[in-house]
């Protein structure tokens, strides 16, 4: 069961906002006793807007905080818990182009032929399965987004250390048609 609380307001700033538009926001449904629970940021919290990538981070410039370091990382005067004293939950937004099979692929499978899950021979976003040893070398795949031998949500421990508590992912480019991508689990768009 999901925390009563994701059935309380959301609040989803802007992708332009900053640190201090959060916050200024946060105190203003406070102070007109608007109960809210949850804000979220959309793509602009990142240091590259939209990106897909597994190496996400904050975006300075926009969550600049005293000159010892910025208000997104933790400490008691600091922007996650600025919110969090005011009774909000912090949620990021996250764009996604993630091969996610693999992992569900390694679950099925078993930790005992993991290592048959993470040399599968298929790419993410290239055109065919890439060739099982091309010139006598390992694999060579084009999805540089996906990491085959590392839980998905990994990437992200470092977000929730600095007390983010939910994560909104977005599946942008998943929606769209890739006729010749073949996946982790060996099917493509067409299997039905």
Same mark, same amino acid.
């Given at each position: ?14 992708? $332009?906002?900053?640190?201090? &538009? #959060?916050?200024?926001?946060? $105190?203003?449904?406070? &102070? @007109? ?5 949850? #804000? ?6 990142? %240091? ?13 410039? @926009?969550?600049? *905080?005293?000159?010892? *370091?910025?208000? /997104? ?13 005011? *009774? ?16 569900? %692929?390694? $679950? ?5 032929? %993991?290592?048959? #899950?993470? @040399?599968?021979?298929? &790419? &993410? ?27 998905? /949500? ?5 977000? #929730?250390?600095? *007390?983010? $508590? ?17 996946c982790g689990n060996g099917y493509g768009d067409e299997w039905r």
């Open positions: 069961m999901v925390p009563l609380k994701s059935f309380g307001l959301w609040l989803i700033m802007h992708t $332009r906002a900053t640190g201090h &538009d #959060v916050l200024t926001v946060a $105190r203003t449904l406070r &102070d @007109k006793r608007i109960p809210c629970d949850n #804000v979220s940021l959309e793509p602009g919290w990142m %240091e590259r807007h939209y990106d897909y990538s597994t190496g996400k981070e904050w975006n300075a410039e @926009k969550f600049r *905080g005293t000159p010892r *370091g910025s208000w /997104f990382r933790a400490g008691p005067d600091r922007m996650i818990n600025a919110l969090n004293r005011m *009774g909000f939950d912090l949620g990021l937004r996250l764009c996604c182009r993630y091969d996610f099979t693999w992992e569900e %692929e390694r $679950r099925r499978i078993g930790d005992a032929d %993991e290592e048959a #899950v993470s @040399k599968s021979p298929v &790419d &993410d976003l290239g055109a065919a399965p890439v060739d099982d040893k091309p010139s006598g070398h390992d694999p060579v795949y084009l999805d540089t987004n996906t990491i085959r031998d590392a839980a998905w /949500f990994a990437h992200l421990q470092k977000f #929730v250390d600095d *007390g983010v $508590r939910f994560f909104k992912v977005d599946p942008a480019q998943l929606i769209n048609e890739f006729p010749d991508r073949l």
